[in-house]
């Protein structure tokens, strides 16, 4: 009893930011709560937490689904925040200083009972999010009286969190919090007896850790872990040396331009002028252009962005460049320069695509940007229902996919005129923006090694963080004090490339390796601030961040660092078609250790010469590697645009379509592969014991008497029995059914099929599924088999 005295005492004359520790019982006491007796051991429901990983605040509160409203408050028993709502989950919230995290406290046998479907993130739980992802607070006040005493929304105001970040004053009954990746989430809080305000106890820390003014605040800097790489076995070029350029070079069959570093440049190492430059660590630039001479040009452009060669396709070249400063009004330097691109053609042909006047500025796709998460996210079923009944009209005034719409349409005209043989020049402001858009779209147009997952990983290196696009900046990761008559620098330019990428995908199922859950966990790693990739707007920065503060960089591409083996499965896409020109890109499992490499799998001289340590473009014949048979016609007509629902709408169960949309269709697709996986087994080992039961009801064979049959199976049932997976293969006995084909072929109808799928749903594998979780695995784990280089598809021929 002191001792709670004590700390009471202690409490009035002292404002902690830290979480009183997890069995400190006298600091969450039962009398001040008002909880039901089997919700008062929410201090034991404590978050998970990283290395170097500081609880900062926390406090009872309820999660509400991001559609309901917290109108009920109150209502139910307990004159608390009950809230009488059986959607709301008790539980104990709190904020550290990498992420908001809420651990629900429930009982181990409903936990225990639910078998759960979703992507598992290694470092977040399922309702953590960090502080990187927050785009706004929304506090909503009380005036006067308790939460229990209001009905709905009377005497409450609702207001953002100011630039001066204060909490608001009068106490504060829920928070809504608005994250960059469209999730909304909304807490309401227990009234205390002993006056203690819980919501501005949250408020205030989110005010003093979710929104830094310096890079060096972010979490990255204090998570010290030691870092081991395992992309020594893949093919994603990181950008980071010469000779990565120079094999890009190679690649392409280019020979008219070189590549400059800027460590080896003395005019670049003179501190008198280095400070003038803002070039990244190496660039590309014609031959017939003096180096010296070049970096003096680079001056008189925005940001030292003069022309980078990026991308080569026969005789043509994609190159981007920015725009002249405003106190540049002679045209003579950039006429210079074009010429000098011109010359590096064969043909002497050059077309300028001027991108500042054709394509939206940064403000305008924020302010697009911030219209469709308007419509994505509605905060009650009241703002859904006005929303839904005009959702085209509100789609089409936010201008996302008209813009989506036009990057894919100046992508076609650039890939276009590279197929013409015509060298092609990106011209924007600060070439770092639109002009990464635009030029990656055309790559992968064109190219279809950048349409695996190594090859758009290596483009995304070369065009965005090589060329330095500014995270850092687009994504927020810095709130500066908004200056009113200065330009917004937030902008979400990646998620509209990311958006026109799905856009081909949907067009060209069959093209592309990765699946639009690696695109959207792309995007949702962009506020992951663990890993460097997507933090920094140049690579002086980053320099600087390892020299100065000792930062460890993870590249986000490691994705064992996230994610288990069963949950990166997903980034692959069944309907991929993989050529057999394509390079080798990963070693399969089906290949054991020490085995023989076949010759279909062995390395072409080409990618033997790009494993040299030391590379020269001059050392090797200019003859392009990249297939001119492999290019997309895709329709950049808005008609054909669609909404990525999987990214948007995932956070909103009112629209997610049961067992349905879909990840159904693709989870068939993956289960037809493994079954073909398992037949190739069969032929390539000759030992037919383990076929699937569906040869067997197609051709009326008896299965073999060491053939292993499911738990209590028997000839003859009239009620389909539960499936057996064995090696990712469905094992069905056979049903008694009129001996006819027709009989055996419709077992194999999606009606026959669909009884043995898992129960997914249209925004699977990010929403919370109920099945067979050992069953899915089984079946990605085949699939992803035969999608793998070197599969037993590659090493058999089956004509």
Excluded at 527 to 538: A, E, H, R, S, V
């Amino acid at each position: 009893m002191n001792l709670v005295m004590d700390h009471q005492r202690k409490r009035n004359t002292f404002t902690s930011y830290v979480a009183p520790p997890a069995g400190d019982v006298s600091a969450l006491t039962d009398d001040e709560w008002n909880l039901p007796g089997d919700m008062r051991d929410v201090h034991l429901a404590k978050p998970r937490l990283l290395p170097n990983e500081l609880v900062v605040a926390s406090a009872p509160a309820y999660l509400f689904p991001s559609i309901a409203p917290i109108d009920l408050i109150g209502e139910g028993e307990g004159g608390g925040a009950n809230g009488g709502s059986k959607e709301a989950v008790f539980g104990l919230l709190s904020v550290t200083n990498f992420k908001l995290a809420f651990v629900p406290l429930q009982r181990e046998s409903t936990l225990s009972s639910v078998a759960s479907l979703a992507q598992e993130h290694l470092l977040l739980s399922r309702n953590d999010i960090t502080l990187n992802n927050i785009d706004h607070v929304y506090q909503v006040a009380e005036t006067g009286k308790a939460v229990s005493a209001l009905p709905g929304n009377v005497g409450r105001r609702k207001k953002k969190l100011d630039a001066q970040q204060k909490p608001i004053s009068g106490r504060i009954a829920a928070l809504h919090i608005l994250c960059k990746n469209f999730r909304l989430l909304k807490f309401a809080f227990q009234y205390s007896k002993g006056g203690k305000d819980w919501g501005k106890h949250i408020a205030s820390a989110l005010a003093r850790f979710a929104f830094p003014t310096r890079h060096d605040l972010s979490f990255a800097y204090c998570y010290q872990e030691p870092y081991y790489s395992t992309l020594s076995k893949s093919s994603v070029s990181m950008y980071t040396t010469k000779n990565d350029w120079a094999r890009e070079l190679i690649r392409c069959g280019t020979s008219n331009w070189q590549v400059i570093s800027s460590d080896s440049e003395p005019l670049l190492q003179n501190d008198r002028h280095s400070s003038r430059y803002t070039l990244p660590a190496h660039f590309v630039i014609p031959k017939a252009c003096p180096v010296e001479m070049f970096l003096n040009w680079t001056l008189a452009y925005c940001d030292s962005r003069a022309v980078f060669w990026v991308y080569g396709y026969g005789n043509a070249s994609l190159v981007r460049l920015a725009e002249l400063k405003n106190s540049q009004q002679d045209n003579t330097t950039e006429n210079v320069m074009l010429e000098n691109v011109r010359s590096a053609n064969d043909r002497k042909q050059l077309h300028l695509l001027q991108l500042t006047d054709r394509l939206p500025s940064i403000l305008d796709v924020h302010k697009a940007y911030e219209k469709l998460r308007r419509i994505c996210a509605p905060e009650s079923p009241q703002h859904f229902s006005v929303e839904d009944s005009k959702f085209l009209v509100l789609l089409e005034k936010s201008n996302w996919l008209f813009y989506v719409s036009l990057c894919l349409r100046y992508s076609c005209e650039a890939a276009e005129k590279l197929r013409q043989g015509v060298t092609c020049v990106l011209q924007e402001t600060n070439g770092r923006d639109l002009c990464c858009v635009v030029s990656s779209l055309t790559q992968i147009i064109l190219d279809p090694f950048y349409r695996t997952i190594d090859g758009f990983q290596s483009l995304i290196q070369k065009e965005w963080v090589a060329l330095e696009h500014p995270f850092q900046r687009r994504l927020g990761h810095i709130r500066q004090q908004a200056d009113s008559n200065g330009p917004q620098e937030e902008s979400p330019v990646f998620l509209l490339f990311l958006d026109s990428v799905w856009q081909l995908l949907q067009q060209y199922p069959d093209e592309f390796e990765f699946s639009q859950t690696y695109l959207t966990t792309l995007w949702d790693a962009c506020f992951m601030p663990i890993f460097d990739t997507f933090q920094f707007d140049c690579n002086a920065d980053r320099l600087k961040a390892v020299k100065e503060n000792q930062l460890i960089l993870r590249p986000v591409w490691d994705w064992s660092e996230q994610f288990l083996e069963k949950d990166k499965m997903f980034f692959t896409n069944p309907f991929y078609q993989k050529q057999k020109s394509e390079v080798p890109c990963r070693r399969s499992v089906a290949i054991p250790a020490g085995g023989i490499m076949l010759p279909g799998l062995a390395k072409p001289p080409i990618a033997a010469a790009l494993q040299r340590s030391t590379l020269s473009p001059n050392s090797f014949v200019a003859q392009s590697s990249i297939p001119k048979d492999r290019y997309l016609q895709p329709d950049h007509h808005m008609s054909a645009m669609a909404i990525w629902e999987q990214c948007y709408y995932r956070w909103m169960p009112i629209v997610e379509i049961k067992r349905g949309g879909f990840p159904q269709i693709e989870l068939q697709h993956r289960l037809l592969l493994s079954n073909v996986s398992k037949l190739q087994r069969c032929l390539d080992l000759q030992e037919y014991d383990d076929l699937p039961d569906v040869y067997y009801e197609l051709t009326k064979e008896k299965k073999p008497p060491g053939a292993v049959m499911a738990p209590g199976q028997h000839q003859a049932s009239a009620v389909p029995p539960s499936p057996e997976i064995i090696d990712g293969v469905e094992r069905r006995r056979r049903i008694s059914l009129p001996h006819s084909n027709s009989a055996a072929v419709a077992a194999l109808t999606p009606e026959g099929v669909s009884s043995v799928l898992p129960e997914i749903s249209s925004f699977f594998p990010f929403s919370v599924n109920t099945g067979e979780t050992q069953q899915l695995h089984d079946i990605l784990s085949s699939s992803h088999e035969y999608l793998l280089e070197g599969s037993i598809m590659d090493r058999l021929s089956i004509a």
